[in-house]
């Protein structure tokens, strides 16, 4: 079985602050996805990284693959109120058509 | 128009009964998967299932069925429904050679009592 942590669990924060959560794996993953959730609805996917060492952007929100292809992070910028809710990593296997997910960090950007 | 589907939002049920939740997708995708997220937010797949293959998670009980008319529908029958059932079910489609990019529905809140 393939397991993905991430961290932290909970991040609250100020509105303008910088921070970075971690999903990291003994895994090699064919790919890896960042979604977010909001309450209420279903993931919504943000980014997908497919190569070792791969870095990403999307706005304030820049997403790094490990050179391994095991762990990835997540940096967002500069922070805001939107920025709020679930970030869940998943990791697609080489085997299959599955993803396994990481067990989310839940972000909350006062204002 | 919506991608993915669900009905119902909301399912409370008690316990012993049998419910489905049904799902469609009008995205063309080949695949199209059920996942279950409980209380603490961990995402968990149940199925995968495309035209050919159903493909089948070990740990869930065989009182979950799934069931799929179609391409683009999969529903969720569940017997004999537990109170460790109550959770939120996520229906999510994607199309081969896409990285298993998920496309997730709304969701359907299940409570049993």
């Known amino acids: 079985t393939q397991l993905l942590e991430q961290s932290p669990q909970f991040l609250s924060i100020q509105e303008g602050e910088n921070l970075t959560v971690y999903c990291n794996s003994s895994?090699?993953?064919?790919?890896l996805q960042w979604y977010r959730q909001e309450p209420g609805e279903g993931p919504v996917l943000l980014v997908t990284v497919v190569t070792g060492g791969e870095v990403k952007k999307l706005k304030r929100l820049t997403f790094q693959f490990g050179d391994a292809r095991k762990d990835s992070s997540l940096h967002i910028t500069a922070a805001q109120p939107g920025d709020t809710g679930l970030y869940l990593c998943a990791g697609a296997n080489n085997a299959g058509n599955m993803l396994t997910f990481g067990g989310g960090t839940r972000l909350m950007v006062k204002p | 128009d919506t991608a993915v589907s669900q009905t119902p939002k909301y399912l409370v049920t008690q316990m012993g009964n049998d419910k489905s939740i049904k799902c469609e997708q009008n995205l063309g995708h080949d695949t199209m998967y059920w996942y279950k997220q409980d209380s603490k937010k961990f995402l968990k797949i149940m199925f995968s299932?495309?035209?050919?293959?159903?493909?089948i998670n070990e740990t869930v009980p065989n009182r979950f069925s799934p069931k799929s008319p179609d391409k683009a529908h999969l529903n969720l029958h569940i017997n004999s429904l537990e109170l460790g059932d109550s959770a939120v079910y996520f229906c999510?489609?994607?199309?081969?050679?896409?990285?298993?990019?998920?496309?997730f529905g709304p969701g359907t809140r299940l409570t049993v009592t």
């Open positions: 999510a489609s994607s199309q081969a050679g896409t990285n298993y990019e998920q496309y």
């Open positions: 299932y495309n035209n050919k293959e159903l493909i």
């Open positions: 895994s090699v993953f064919s790919s």
